[in-house]
Protein backbone atom coordinates (compact mmCIF):
# COMPACT_ATOMS: atom_id res chain seq x y z
CA UNK A 1 0.00 0.00 0.00
CA UNK A 2 1.38 3.38 -1.08
CA UNK A 3 1.45 6.36 1.67
CA UNK A 4 0.10 9.31 -0.34
CA UNK A 5 2.25 12.21 1.26
CA UNK A 6 -0.05 15.91 2.26
CA UNK A 7 0.69 18.24 0.12
CA UNK A 8 0.21 21.35 1.93
CA UNK A 9 -1.35 25.13 1.15
CA UNK A 10 -2.91 27.99 2.54
CA UNK A 11 -6.04 30.05 1.22
CA UNK A 12 -5.61 32.41 -1.58
CA UNK A 13 -7.14 34.93 0.82
CA UNK A 14 -3.83 34.50 3.42
CA UNK A 15 -1.74 37.60 3.42
CA UNK A 16 1.36 35.46 4.20
CA UNK A 17 1.58 37.48 7.41
CA UNK A 18 3.09 34.53 8.88
CA UNK A 19 -0.29 34.02 11.33
CA UNK A 20 -1.86 31.25 8.58
CA UNK A 21 -3.21 27.72 9.06
CA UNK A 22 -2.34 25.02 5.85
CA UNK A 23 -4.61 22.46 5.13
CA UNK A 24 -3.65 19.36 2.85
CA UNK A 25 -6.64 18.48 0.92
CA UNK A 26 -5.46 15.65 -1.41
CA UNK A 27 -5.70 12.89 1.63
CA UNK A 28 -9.59 13.31 1.44
CA UNK A 29 -10.39 11.11 -1.07
CA UNK A 30 -7.36 8.33 -0.33
CA UNK A 31 -8.00 8.71 3.76
CA UNK A 32 -10.67 10.78 4.35
CA UNK A 33 -9.12 13.39 6.41
CA UNK A 34 -7.93 16.84 6.23
CA UNK A 35 -4.95 17.47 8.11
CA UNK A 36 -4.80 20.79 9.62
CA UNK A 37 -1.34 22.37 10.66
CA UNK A 38 -0.08 25.84 12.15
CA UNK A 39 2.09 27.54 8.74
CA UNK A 40 4.92 28.73 11.41
CA UNK A 41 5.46 25.45 12.73
CA UNK A 42 5.54 23.61 10.19
CA UNK A 43 7.65 20.38 11.80
CA UNK A 44 4.76 20.61 15.25
CA UNK A 45 1.84 18.85 15.39
CA UNK A 46 -0.84 18.48 12.80
CA UNK A 47 -4.74 18.03 13.36
CA UNK A 48 -6.48 15.17 11.14
CA UNK A 49 -9.99 16.43 10.91
CA UNK A 50 -12.70 13.86 8.67
CA UNK A 51 -13.48 15.49 5.59
CA UNK A 52 -16.94 15.48 6.68
CA UNK A 53 -16.00 17.99 9.85
CA UNK A 54 -14.20 19.96 7.50
CA UNK A 55 -16.69 20.83 5.40
CA UNK A 56 -19.36 21.88 7.77
CA UNK A 57 -16.62 23.88 9.17
CA UNK A 58 -15.78 26.10 6.00
CA UNK A 59 -19.57 26.14 4.91
CA UNK A 60 -19.95 27.86 8.24
CA UNK A 61 -16.78 30.46 7.06
CA UNK A 62 -18.45 30.84 4.62
CA UNK A 63 -22.20 31.53 5.73
CA UNK A 64 -20.66 33.88 8.26
CA UNK A 65 -21.02 31.73 11.23
CA UNK A 66 -17.76 32.96 12.87
CA UNK A 67 -17.67 36.35 11.77
CA UNK A 68 -18.51 37.79 15.51
CA UNK A 69 -15.24 35.36 17.14
Do not use: H
Not at 26 to 47: F, T
Amino acid sequence: MKTESPRWFTSSYSDNGGDCVEVAANLVASQGIVPVRDSKCVGGPVVDVSAASFSAFVAGVRAGGFDAV
